[in-house]
Nanobody, 115 residues
Framework: QVQLVESGGGLVQAGGSLRLSCTAS????????MGWFRQAPGKERELVAT???????NVASSVRGRFTISRDNAENTIYLQMNSLKPEDTAVYYCKYSALRMSYWGQGTQVTVSS
């Protein structure tokens, strides 16, 4: 069982920045990949960004150029640097750890962007 602890969410004005962190209880080097997803009220959960065990990143078009995903294997942590935030980025952000046979989710962290 992999435990994921997210942090870094909060309230920010439009145009501001936040950095989310997700620390895993197991080595992220052993994962197939990790990622960030978000879910806004009344909407389905959507992919924000992923990073593979080899470091290959994939970023949703809606946030490309504003959000950056990175990882620190030594700290078992991934990050999501979010710049130029918009009110439509408001959502609960979830971290996901993908192993060979199972995936694990964090509890989520709220990001609210005011206009």
């Amino acid at each position: 069982q992999v435990q994921l602890v997210e942090s870094g969410g909060g309230l920010v004005q439009a145009g501001g920045s936040l950095r989310l962190s997700c620390t895993a209880s197991e080595s992220i080097f052993d994962s197939i990949g990790m990622g960030w997803f978000r879910q806004a009220p009344g909407k389905e959960r959507e992919l924000v960004a992923t990073i593979s065990s080899g470091g290959t990143t994939n970023v949703a078009s809606s946030v490309r150029g504003r959000f950056t995903i990175s990882r620190d294997n030594a700290e078992n942590t991934i990050y999501l640097q979010m710049n130029s935030l918009k009110p439509e980025d408001t959502a609960v952000y979830y971290c996901k750890y993908s192993a060979l046979r199972m995936s694990y989710w964090g509890q989520g962290t709220q990001v609210t962007v005011s206009s």
